[in-house]
């Protein structure tokens, strides 16, 4: 499942947690996970500090792409 904002997630993507506001860079993707039900999995560094070491795409929204 993609970011809430309909993007595919990609390593180095720009992007804000939906819920608490925080931004941070996409540290590294997982797609497809059949153990999440085929959902995407990122890895977050927040601009304030701290990695979220596994947390569901869809619960962000895209900023800026890597690219």
Do not use: C, H
């Not at 999440?36 to 800026?64: H, N, P, T, W």
């Amino acid at each position: 499942m993609p970011y809430a904002t309909g993007e595919s997630p990609q390593k180095g993507d720009y992007v804000q947690r939906v819920t608490s506001g925080q931004k941070g860079t996409v540290q590294d993707v997982q797609l497809n996970l059949t153990s999440k039900g085929g959902r995407d999995q990122v890895s977050v560094a927040f601009d304030a500090g701290g990695v979220v070491a596994v947390s569901l795409a869809d619960e962000y929204s895209l900023i800026r792409g890597a690219g």
